[in-house]
């Protein structure tokens, strides 16, 4: 069964502070990896995509990849009331399937 | 990014008929969507993935006969719900990914379609 872990969470920062989410995965050959965001009522929103090993930075958000660890995680700098939302973790297993393992995603609460 | 589509945004149906949900990709063509259902407070679940021309792959537990699946087209895939019940009661929301290219895939979501069924 190749799966998706994340914390359970919740996780509260207060405005300004760098919030840390991080998830791991148990499919080795596993070569792409997705940070979506999601508001309360509302879709999943793709936020960051990594598919090589170290850090890839997009204005706040850094996403970082240790295919050795096989853990991938997310750092959102200066974090804003308005990133308050669950961030799903989600990997593509390796092989033919087309689909996305997705983790169970955290609360983020970013109080002001 | 990439953008899609979804319709309606919300229905409310009555027990016992068929609803019809629609969903697209705006300016990319996409060989395989993905339907999900979410209940309140619960995480995604994957109910099946549709390729363009073909049948679709439904996951376990998922009746075929129930959400009947059409992707007719690069840019369409539909999902009706046969004979809708209370329990169907939930956020639909589909999901598309572009044609297969390098090593970039990436899976764009619709905004869902939120299904009552009274």
């Known amino acids: 069964q190749k799966e998706v872990e994340q914390n359970s969470g919740p996780l509260s920062v207060p405005e300004g502070a760098i919030a840390s989410l991080n998830c791991t995965y148990s499919?080795?050959?596993?070569?792409?990896f997705f940070w979506y965001r999601q508001y309360s009522g509302k879709s999943p929103e793709l936020i960051m995509s990594i598919y090589s090993n170290g850090d890839k930075e997009d204005g706040r958000f850094t996403a970082q990849l240790n295919k050795a660890s096989q853990y991938v995680s997310l750092l959102i700098r200066d974090s804003q009331p308005s990133d308050s939302a669950t961030y799903l973790c989600a990997g593509k297993p390796q092989g033919g399937s087309e689909k996305l393992v997705f983790g169970k995603g955290m609360k983020l609460t970013v109080n002001p | 990014g990439a953008v899609v589509s979804q319709h309606p945004s919300w229905v409310i149906c009555k027990s016992g008929t068929s609803v019809k949900i629609e969903c697209r990709s705006l300016d990319f063509q996409a060989t395989t969507m993905f339907w999900y259902r979410q209940f309140p407070k619960q995480s995604l679940m994957l109910m099946a993935t549709s390729n363009e021309g073909s049948k679709a792959t439904y996951e376990q537990g998922v009746e075929k006969d129930k959400f009947l699946i059409n992707h007719a087209s690069l840019t369409l895939s539909t999902l009706t719900v046969t004979s809708a019940h209370p329990e169907d009661s939930s956020f639909y929301i589909c999901?598309?990914?572009?044609?297969?290219?390098?090593?970039?895939?990436?899976?764009?979501f619709g905004p869902g379609t939120r299904l009552t069924v009274t």
């Open positions: 999901s598309a990914r572009s044609l297969p290219g390098l090593e970039v895939y990436e899976q764009y």
């Open positions: 499919d080795r050959g596993s070569q792409s």
